[in-house]
């Protein structure tokens, strides 16, 4: 049977990433003693790989394919396929940045001031690339975590990754620069994806995946208006594209059926209420594929 190796993220992004994988469609087990996790899936063997070394088991084809962040295969600089960006994190639907901060009454303004200084960080590479791009020479440190809480006894300046800047902030640190923005992807080794069957899953498994990303934030609305009062009806609905009118029993009835961001319901549904909009439904949504 053809099977395809995947590398499932260790880590932050772990739980995470099998909740993403439920609402596409798999079910994926892990075992607190074991990095091989089960799935309902026959096709798919995964491995349980920190995000870190993701690219670089992929790129020697210990594994097919696997997801990881952007950042790490620029770090690694891993020759991989990158076939799609999932754009999830650990605490959002949303892309990352890896971020140049000081202390708060810190002289260092610009990357020109860290001539001379200490800056550090868990992506080794890609920082004294931003100090070279720079023209900066500094000392740059790899930091085995708590970054934040090394500046300034132990460094002039850190370069963190962030989703939020909370953590930062709670820690007094002012930001100066972006480094480099990320996002997670689904990255694949070049000979895994020049196989017809192996490219052709991954590709499923993406579709799969973005259609639950798509729809995370997003409910369904469905609701019954007269055909007098539909004008106003669809010009409140938000809709992700046209609203879906279909007839009723009662020629003078219309539904409509239509996809919203879940943050603006609370919003709109009294306006709809008032515009005579009657058996208003919300209902979740598991995926949505464009």
């Not at 600089?77 to 994190?89: F, H, I, K, Q, T």
């Not at 860290?114 to 900066?136: C, D, P, S, W």
């Not at 100066?176 to 992807?185: F, G, M, Y």
């Not at 008032?274 to 949504?285: D, H, R, S, T």
Request: include cysteine; charge should be negative; glycine fraction near 6%.
């Amino acid at each position: 049977m053809n099977r395809l190796k995947l590398g499932i993220p260790k880590g932050s992004l772990q739980e995470a990433t099998v909740e993403l994988f439920s609402r596409a469609g798999w079910k994926i087990a892990i075992s607190s003693r074991s990095y091989v996790p089960t799935v309902d899936d026959p096709e798919i063997e995964c491995l349980l790989v920190r995000a870190q070394e993701m690219s670089r088991y992929v790129e020697t084809g210990a594994l097919d394919a696997g997801i990881t962040g952007h950042d790490w295969v620029v770090e690694t600089g891993s020759d991989v396929e990158e076939l799609a960006e999932l754009v999830y994190a650990k605490q959002r639907l949303s892309r990352v940045r890896w971020v140049l901060a000081v202390q708060e009454d810190s002289a260092i303004r610009e990357p020109r001031d860290l001539q001379g200084k200490v800056i550090a960080t868990e992506i080794v590479r890609i920082t004294e690339e931003y100090l070279k791009r720079h023209g900066v020479t500094g000392r740059v440190d790899f930091s085995w975590g708590a970054t934040e809480v090394k500046v300034p006894q132990l460094a002039d300046a850190i370069v963190e990754v962030t989703e939020t800047g909370s953590s930062l902030r709670a820690n007094r640190l002012r930001i100066v620069d972006t480094v480099l923005e990320s996002a997670t992807v689904f990255i694949m080794n070049r000979a895994a994806a020049a196989n017809g069957w192996k490219k052709e899953k991954a590709e499923s498994l993406i579709l799969m995946l973005q259609g639950a990303i798509a729809a995370a934030s997003k409910v369904g609305l469905i609701l019954n208006v007269r055909r007098e009062d539909l004008e106003r009806v669809v010009a409140i609905l938000p809709a992700l594209k046209n609203p879906t009118i279909s007839m009723l029993s009662d020629p003078d009835w219309v539904a409509v059926n239509t996809i919203v961001e879940e943050s603006v319901v609370r919003q709109i549904l009294p306006r709809l209420k008032a515009a005579n909009a009657q058996g208003i439904v919300e209902y979740p949504l598991n995926k949505i594929v464009l």
